[in-house]
């Protein structure tokens, strides 16, 4: 790819990285003689606490579905006033005609991708006004009647963020001053949830 002209630098708040503002809970089968995980429902949670700027957590409420099997919940957070509409995608993920209940959990998350906008595109991504979606998932669970369960998971951001350090004497300012840092090959759109999804903490 050609060089940009100029770049551009977009900085956010710790906080604002660590942003929950919605949360979706797509429920997943776990076969207990297979241990194969299949898609059942999806239900969006309420927020309880709002995100703590010191730790980074928040507490959402669902109402999750009781079943005599284990059940695996991928999490999808910062999913509307995404460019690709994530929310509607998990919506059609259920829609009669085009419904994924049943099918296997890798192929039905991959239906759910995210893209850069056409100024994005050129200009690179807009961390101030283009939500940080997230997701993560937990370990298998089954849900009982007139139980409170508690799950505890961690979110991982589709957009990475780079940081670069001078360490040693390129740390000191008198000997180097990096006037530009530039990142190449970005992609103008990405996976919601990587195609390996094993992350449980």
């Known amino acids: 790819p050609g060089a940009a002209t100029a770049g551009r630098t977009r900085a956010i708040t710790t906080e604002a990285e660590n942003k929950v503002d919605d949360l979706y809970i797509l429920a997943f ?15 969006a949670a309420k927020q309880l606490t709002p995100t703590d700027a010191t730790t980074g957590q928040s507490t959402w409420t669902a109402s999750l579905k009781v079943k005599e099997h284990n059940q695996t919940f991928v999490m999808v957070a910062n999913a509307l006033g995404t460019n690709s509409k994530v929310n509607e995608q998990i919506a059609d993920l259920v829609k009669d005609g085009s419904s994924k209940v049943g099918m296997e959990k890798m192929e039905v998350l991959k239906e759910l991708t995210e893209t850069l906008s056409a ?28 139980k409170t369960v508690t799950l505890t998971v961690a979110l991982h951001r589709i957009m990475a963020r780079v940081q670069v350090k001078f360490e040693g004497n390129a740390a000191v300012a008198t000997n180097f001053s990096a006037e530009e840092v530039r990142l190449y090959n970005f992609n103008d759109r990405a996976r919601v949830i990587p195609a390996f999804l094993q992350e449980t903490t």
């Open 29 to 43: 089968k776990v076969d207990p003689d297979a241990g194969t995980e299949t898609f059942d429902y999806y239900v």
């Open 119 to 146: 100024d994005e595109i050129e200009n690179g991504f807009n961390a101030t006004s283009h939500p940080l979606t997230m997701y993560g998932q937990t370990q298998p669970v089954q849900i009982g009647l007139d």
